[in-house]
């Protein structure tokens, strides 16, 4: 078997330049043996791949009501290392809208009763055999099948689906789906961005390559002094203004915008012209004037799209995301939750863990689940024959474990 020996002569030359210090880092990229993949056919054209059920029965019991806990929080860490602080960290009180304020948590497991056990027994199968018998052209044929076209299709054809639909055309071909700045060609007004890296399960080191989309209302794609539709322009200063909130930066840098398609002095310099950096407003531009900023939260109607999916890689060895997708998540706010009625959000979810209270949530069928703080969540996993389906309720639990508890 040679499918691990590619992907580990990447993995390891990262793995090494986080342990060297600047003094004895090593620039060099180990090359990928290419005699692994030599005799491999790659498919010269995506094929899509089949449809499935798209809701399976849920389940009339719940098997691990303590599902917002995930894998990571049973880490061996030997009191050496400290996985936790990823997700848990607490800041000087009210010193922003997120008061979970659990800190503490990196120094103790404060599971409850319930969650001293791990339930995530499927970590611990081993499938050794299994791996075995799939060869190498088995793995680039199935990461190499399109599972997120046919979902698509299938949720439009779907009569009662009452559900958001993430479409973006051709999204499983990755880049190809966006210009140069992040827009998606078919103009649905979905925006690919950068993030800050967060340690997490997306990264490539860790068996997955993922990418992030944002859109924003139509009225914040909108002018409102010209009579397009679409205003790329005010597009833009609207998710420059709302970067700049959420980072809590007093300006940002932008691409290029023309102040006179949007109407606005974003710099501040008394003038319209062509700018590339903007001052922090207290309100968004275009058809979205009417709309206060609010520090490091989001606008009602903002919609996040994230894929997860498998290490892609291409003939000449280079690792890139592949067309099949292991998840598909999407998530909403549709309601505004001010800092003083989230502190009190807070505050109640901190008492029902005092009470030993285990976490409840709405699961709005093919809505999402509500996560209780204004944002609704919907998931669609990789079921076992490959298709995309819809995640069931105690699925959604494993997304709530970031998204809100």
């Given at each position: 078997?040679?499918?691990?020996?590619?992907?580990l002569?990447?993995t390891t030359?990262?793995?090494?330049?986080?342990?060297?210090?600047?003094?004895?880092h090593?620039?060099s990229?180990?090359t990928?043996?290419?005699?692994v993949?030599s005799?491999?056919?790659?498919?010269?054209?995506?094929?899509?791949g089949?449809?499935g059920?798209?809701?399976?029965?849920?389940s009339?019991?719940?098997?691990n009501?303590?599902?917002?806990?995930?894998?990571?929080?049973?880490?061996?860490?030997?009191a050496?290392?400290?996985?936790?602080?990823t997700c848990?960290?607490?800041?000087?009180?009210?010193?922003?809208?997120?008061?979970?304020?659990?800190?503490?948590?990196?120094?103790?497991?404060?599971?409850?009763?319930?969650?001293?056990?791990?339930?995530?027994?499927?970590?611990?199968?081993?499938?050794?055999?299994?791996?075995?018998n799939?060869?190498?052209q088995?793995?680039?044929?199935?990461i190499?099948?399109d599972?997120?076209?046919p979902?698509?299709?299938?949720?439009?054809?779907?009569?009662?689906w009452?559900?958001?639909?993430?479409?973006?055309?051709?999204?499983?071909?990755?880049?190809?789906?966006f210009?140069e700045q992040?827009?998606?060609l078919?103009?649905?007004?979905?925006?690919?961005?950068?993030?800050?890296?967060?340690?997490?399960?997306?990264?490539?080191t860790?068996?997955?390559?993922?990418?992030?989309?944002?859109?924003?209302?139509?009225n914040?794609?909108?002018?409102?002094c010209?009579?397009?539709?679409f205003?790329?322009?005010?597009?833009?200063?609207?998710?420059s203004?709302l970067?700049?909130?959420?980072?809590?930066?007093?300006?940002?840098?932008?691409?290029?915008?023309?102040?006179n398609k949007?109407c606005?002095?974003?710099?501040g310099?008394?003038q319209?012209?062509?700018v590339?950096?903007?001052?922090q407003?207290s309100?968004?531009v275009?058809?979205?004037?009417?709309?206060e900023?609010?520090?490091?939260?989001?606008?009602?109607g903002t919609?996040?799209?994230?894929?997860?999916?498998?290490?892609?890689?291409?003939?000449?060895?280079?690792?890139?995301?592949?067309p099949?997708?292991?998840?598909?998540?999407?998530?909403?706010?549709f309601?505004?939750?001010?800092?003083?009625?989230?502190a009190?959000?807070?505050?109640?979810e901190?008492?029902?863990?005092?009470?030993?209270?285990?976490?409840?949530?709405?699961?709005?069928?093919?809505?999402?689940?509500?996560?209780?703080?204004g944002?609704?969540v919907?998931?669609?996993?990789?079921a076992?024959?490959g298709?995309?389906?819809?995640?069931t309720?105690?699925?959604?639990?494993f997304c709530?474990?970031?998204?809100t508890?």
């Amino acid at each position: 078997m040679n499918k691990l020996i590619l992907i580990l002569s990447f993995t390891t030359a990262v793995f090494v330049a986080c342990q060297s210090s600047h003094d004895d880092h090593d620039d060099s990229i180990n090359t990928p043996d290419l005699s692994v993949i030599s005799d491999l056919v790659f498919p010269q054209d995506i094929v899509e791949g089949p449809k499935g059920q798209l809701r399976i029965t849920e389940s009339l019991s719940t098997y691990n009501p303590e599902g917002v806990i995930p894998p990571q929080c049973y880490t061996k860490h030997d009191a050496a290392f400290n996985p936790c602080m990823t997700c848990h960290q607490s800041y000087p009180y009210k010193s922003r809208p997120n008061q979970m304020g659990d800190g503490g948590l990196q120094r103790e497991y404060a599971f409850s009763d319930l969650g001293v056990v791990n339930h995530w027994l499927n970590l611990f199968e081993d499938r050794t055999d299994a791996m075995a018998n799939i060869t190498d052209q088995d793995v680039i044929d199935y990461i190499y099948t399109d599972n997120y076209t046919p979902l698509i299709k299938q949720l439009h054809e779907t009569p009662d689906w009452q559900g958001p639909i993430p479409a973006i055309e051709n999204l499983h071909l990755g880049k190809q789906a966006f210009d140069e700045q992040g827009f998606a060609l078919d103009g649905s007004g979905w925006v690919a961005f950068n993030y800050k890296p967060m340690p997490s399960t997306f990264w490539p080191t860790n068996g997955s390559t993922d990418d992030v989309m944002v859109r924003l209302p139509e009225n914040f794609r909108a002018s409102d002094c010209d009579s397009e539709a679409f205003s790329r322009d005010t597009y833009l200063a609207n998710l420059s203004i709302l970067e700049a909130s959420i980072k809590r930066l007093e300006s940002i840098s932008t691409p290029p915008i023309d102040e006179n398609k949007v109407c606005t002095d974003l710099n501040g310099d008394g003038q319209l012209t062509t700018v590339e950096n903007i001052n922090q407003l207290s309100r968004f531009v275009g058809q979205a004037s009417g709309i206060e900023t609010a520090d490091m939260l989001y606008p009602v109607g903002t919609q996040f799209l994230h894929t997860v999916r498998y290490i892609g890689i291409t003939a000449e060895g280079e690792i890139t995301v592949s067309p099949r997708m292991k998840e598909v998540r999407y998530m909403k706010k549709f309601q505004f939750f001010n800092i003083s009625h989230l502190a009190s959000m807070y505050g109640n979810e901190h008492q029902e863990k005092i009470d030993g209270l285990l976490p409840k949530y709405i699961h709005r069928g093919d809505q999402g689940t509500d996560n209780s703080f204004g944002w609704m969540v919907q998931g669609f996993i990789e079921a076992e024959d490959g298709h995309l389906r819809r995640q069931t309720q105690e699925e959604h639990l494993f997304c709530m474990g970031c998204h809100t508890t």
